[in-house]
């Protein structure tokens, strides 16, 4: 069993792969043993995809009866189309080619196209619900959604993310205008206007819920970013909506 599963993953391991721009150009090569400007193969595959209306994210492009490439088409996060091309390989255990063409199973190559397509949908495509911000900026609002009713640091951010502190805040400001520390308070207080108008809250457990352990730096917090207290959103809410 144990021989079998890493017979799949090192064949996984061992099918070329091939990064191509929205311009055809290549930005990434895996397991070419030659200059691939020269194979045949790929020039082919390269010459079908530019022919082909790629709304499909994955298909198939069969080079000749035996040899082909699987496809996976995505959008990486500056919204421009890419193509990762995995081949050439053939599904004909009888045929006879060079150690260049991989010799797979169905099974293999279904594992190998869901193995980059979860790379690629976790780790490259861009979120279509999100901005056109860099990965790292779109992790980090998430997180905020997520975790906001707890205290947060940029020491938990860079450590989730596993990246420098001054680069994180440097990329986070130039994409969202806002430091991190602003984004976060700016945030946890449009969270607790929805909680004020629910009169029977108490003002702590607001700010407690929206992760100030703190009430009176919520109190500041919140009349620096909307010009009123707390007390004070409450009360104008509850004289409107007579």
Not at 4 to 20: A, D, G, K, Q, Y
Not at 61 to 81: G, P, Q, V
Request: hydrophobic share 35%; with cysteine; aromatic share 12%.
């Amino acid at each position: 069993m144990i021989s079998n599963i890493l017979t799949s993953f090192f064949n996984c391991l061992s099918v070329p792969i091939l990064v191509l721009n929205h311009k055809f150009e290549t930005v990434f090569t895996y397991n070419h043993d030659s200059d691939i400007n020269n194979s045949l193969y790929i020039s082919k595959a390269i010459e079908k995809l530019k022919n082909i209306d790629c709304s499909s994210n994955t298909f198939s492009l069969n080079i000749t009866s035996d040899i082909a490439f699987t496809c996976i088409t995505f959008n990486h996060y500056d919204n421009n189309k890419m193509h990762l091309l995995l081949g050439p390989y053939t599904i004909n255990e009888d045929a006879n080619y060079s150690d260049a063409i991989n010799t797979l199973t169905e099974e293999w190559l279904n594992n190998i196209i869901k193995l980059h397509s979860y790379i690629i949908d976790n780790h490259i495509c861009i979120d279509k619900t999100s901005t056109n911000n860099s990965p790292c900026v779109n992790h980090a609002i998430k997180y905020i959604e997520k975790n906001y009713t707890t205290e947060i640091s940029i020491d938990d951010i860079c450590s989730e993310l596993n990246i420098n502190k001054c680069y994180f805040c440097s990329v986070f400001k130039k994409e969202t205008g806002s430091t991190f520390i602003n984004y976060l308070n700016n945030y946890k207080i449009e969270k607790s206007k929805e909680l004020l108008k629910i009169t029977n809250i108490s003002l702590l457990d607001v700010s407690l819920s929206v992760g100030y352990n703190n009430q009176s730096y919520f109190s500041t917090v919140f009349k620096k970013i909307t010009s009123k207290t707390p007390l004070e959103f409450r009360d104008e809410y509850l004289k409107n909506k007579k």
